[in-house]
């Protein structure tokens, strides 16, 4: 039997409620199918804070790097509002993503079908929409140095972000862009803002390059990225896939998010390179979705962008793909049964809280295997 190796960060607010509904699943993929997760637990972002005064422990740290895969709930809240800078919850998951070099972050939007009306779109701009984003994840103006705030000395202070980006990490992310759109629909759209910044100078040449010398095949587009949001309200399914940099993705992404109904729908994976021997790529899976503190521990958060990342977490660590396709089927029929969470109930559907929303998805995940 595989032994596949588990890391689970829930995090703070609804982190460990929609985990809780991934772990249901697992716990039945291990029963019923012999899967063979081993389950890790840690803490990270306000909950580690809490415990350790650090937003995620080198004990944890050194289980992420060890797993085959981590799954990542959610980080922050008030409560953690006046903490240092340095420990805020969310520099658990930056260290994360920086330190197993989590370089791509794929962010796929789907309006499921019966989903169509919960958008603030209209019906027909969305319906069937099924683009990827493509976020380059470790660099950019995240990690930039310097950063820093300074005292002027004349009442004033100064704050400096730096947007920095190398050509290798342009190109590494763009061949991550390039190669899943042949998988999809051949077309890379890229993001950047040539007309005012330096690094979108060389992010479009070298995305250009790259698509030159290797992925010809592909189409590819190039648009500014403020127009990027524009065209992506006005009309998203003219996208297939999206590649753009860590800034321009955190935003664009929770655009795309939301034309699909709700944040809570969404899923994303944050992969490294394969590793040179082993072929594995590190790998960390979460929804796009954030904490929620306003509605945490009463049981109504959407689990199912959790339970998606899950799905993609099969996919892509594990090569479980026909688990993967029938895990995301279960979601597509639970909503067609017209089962809601609060988030995006509608009139005439049935309002339903977190764990049975988890529960009714893994009847329609055993549905589908049997
Ligand atoms: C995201 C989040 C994070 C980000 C925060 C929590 C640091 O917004 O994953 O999109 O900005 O990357
Ligand atoms: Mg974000």
């Not at 590494?172 to 862009?177: M, N």
């Not at 026909?322 to 895990?327: F, I, M, Q, T, V």
């Amino acid at each position: 039997m595989a032994t596949r190796k588990l890391l689970l960060l829930p995090g703070d607010g609804i982190g460990p409620e929609a985990m809780a509904e991934v772990e249901k699943i697992i716990a039945h993929m291990n029963v019923a199918e012999g899967a063979g997760f081993v389950l890790e637990r840690g803490l990270v972002g306000g909950s580690a804070f809490d415990a350790h005064g650090v937003a995620i422990s080198e004990g944890d740290m050194a289980k992420a790097m060890a797993a085959d895969a981590v799954l990542f709930g959610a980080v922050g809240g008030e409560k953690w509002a006046g903490v240092p800078y340095e420990v805020r919850p969310e520099a658990g998951l930056l260290r994360l993503r920086k330190d197993m070099e989590l370089f791509a972050n794929l962010r796929p939007a789907i309006c499921y079908p019966a989903l169509a009306n919960s958008s603030s779109l209209r019906p027909e701009v969305v319906e069937g929409l099924d683009i990827l984003i493509v976020r380059e994840l470790t660099g950019g103006v995240y990690f930039g140095e310097p950063k820093t705030i300074t005292d002027l000395g004349n009442g004033q202070k100064r704050a400096v972000d730096t947007q920095v980006y190398d050509t290798y990490e342009i190109e590494r992310i763009s061949a991550v862009a390039f190669e899943l759109a042949r998988t999809r629909r051949n077309e890379v759209c890229s993001m950047e803002k040539h007309n005012v910044m330096k690094s979108g100078v060389l992010w479009k040449e070298v995305v250009a390059a790259t698509h030159r010398a290797r992925f010809a095949d592909v189409k590819l587009s190039h648009m500014l990225a403020d127009a990027g949001g524009m065209q992506l309200v006005r009309w998203p399914k003219q996208f297939d896939v999206i590649v753009t940099d860590n800034l321009f993705g955190d935003m664009l992404s929770d655009v795309a998010a939301m034309l699909t109904g709700s944040l809570g729908m969404l899923p994303s994976a944050s992969l490294g390179a394969p590793d040179a021997k082993t072929g594995k790529r590190k790998a960390l899976y979460e929804p796009v979705h954030g904490s929620a503190p306003d509605i945490a521990g009463q049981g109504i958060a959407n689990p199912i962008a959790m339970i998606a990342s899950f799905a993609m977490c099969l996919r892509y660590s594990f090569g479980m793909v026909a688990e993967a396709d029938r895990l995301e089927k279960a979601i597509a029929a639970v909503l067609d049964d017209g089962i809601r969470t609060a988030d995006i109930m509608s009139d005439g559907m049935t309002k339903v809280s977190t764990g049975a929303m988890g529960d009714a998805v893994l009847a329609k995940y055993k549905a589908l295997s049997a």
